[in-house]
């Protein structure tokens, strides 16, 4: 069963601090879930905790059973069994979405072991019809023409595929209709056991009526400000945020304004990476 513990971590990019303190442990079998306003720090925790080389850690740690992640480059930190379902996956023309996601498995093997094609291609075929996909999708160039919806359930495709023990969804259900949400909500929750901890990232209550979360976790001026059950998310539903935000003293619960998180959270890592190979 795979731990991830985060331990007061602080990050900045291009001066500006974001991250003030994030303290957070999230085990195998366990399903949290980060809720908050736009620019309180949710996103630009999920590309710290993968490695987005824009962001810079000044303090605090995370480790994976044990073993330090801010030592690790991004593909290691995949290797090792990290996975983030990004809010606004990149289109990569040229490269097939079946051989980005046979290589990413391949990377993930020993030396001595080899993928098998035969398995391989069961296995892809089969999550394309639980995921409800056009049947084309393994020559296609990976999310290029694809719509909001059919990107957000390629990332699960591969989530599917790569197997990771911590997977982290990053606002998953913006950009899918009611049934769309209901097809990934029951991918991801079918995935659910003692050897997947899920991260789940939102503005609405919506997506947790399809994948049930223990933890509920707010977040706001880059911290974890309360913690609770279903019962802080009903209350969130029914009341928003204000009241939160009044208990705590807080006027402007954001660490980013619109124009600023655009400009920070725009660019993609992986794309950045395909780019320079």
């Known amino acids: 069963m795979a ?11 291009e001066g500006k601090e974001i991250l003030k303190g994030v303290n957070l442990t999230l085990n195998g079998g366990e399903t949290h879930a980060i809720m908050g306003p736009n620019g309180t720090g949710k996103s630009t925790l999920a590309s710290v905790i993968m490695g987005h080389p824009r962001f ?39 490269v097939t979405n079946s051989d980005f996601i046979k290589t990413a498995m391949n990377a ?7 993928l098998s094609l035969f398995k391989f291609i069961r296995a892809y ?3 394309v019809q639980e995921l409800k996909m056009n049947e084309d999708l393994p020559h ?11 990107k957000k359930r390629n990332e699960i495709l591969q989530m599917k595929m790569l197997k990771p023990k911590i997977a982290i969804l990053d606002e998953i259900d913006s950009g ?14 079918s995935m659910k056991g003692n050897d997947l901890g899920l991260l789940l990232i939102t503005h609405y209550q919506r997506l947790l009526d399809y994948i049930h979360a223990e933890h509920v976790h707010v977040m706001m001026k880059g911290q974890i400000v309360r913690s609770g059950g ?10 928003g945020y204000d009241w939160l935000k009044e208990e705590l003293g807080i006027d402007d619960e954001r660490v980013l304004h619109e124009e600023e998180e655009r400009i920070i959270l725009g660019s993609c890592a992986t794309k950045e990476a395909l780019e320079k190979k």
């Open 176 to 189: 899918l209709d009611i049934d769309a949400l209901k097809i990934v909500g029951e991918n991801v929750t």
């Open 3 to 13: 731990t991830l513990i985060i331990k007061d971590l602080h990050a900045e990019v």
């Open 230 to 239: 279903v019962e802080l998310m009903q209350k969130i539903d029914d009341q």
């Open 56 to 94: 810079t850690v000044t303090k605090g740690s995370i480790t994976l059973d044990g073993e330090n992640v801010l030592e690790m480059e991004t593909d290691e930190r995949a290797r090792a069994g990290l996975f983030l379902a990004m809010q606004s996956p990149a289109e990569v023309p040229g």
């Open 125 to 127: 075929d089969k999550a």
């Open 140 to 150: 296609r160039y990976l999310n290029e023409g694809f719509s909001g919806g059919e």
């Open 108 to 114: 993930r093997l020993k030396d001595d072991e080899k």
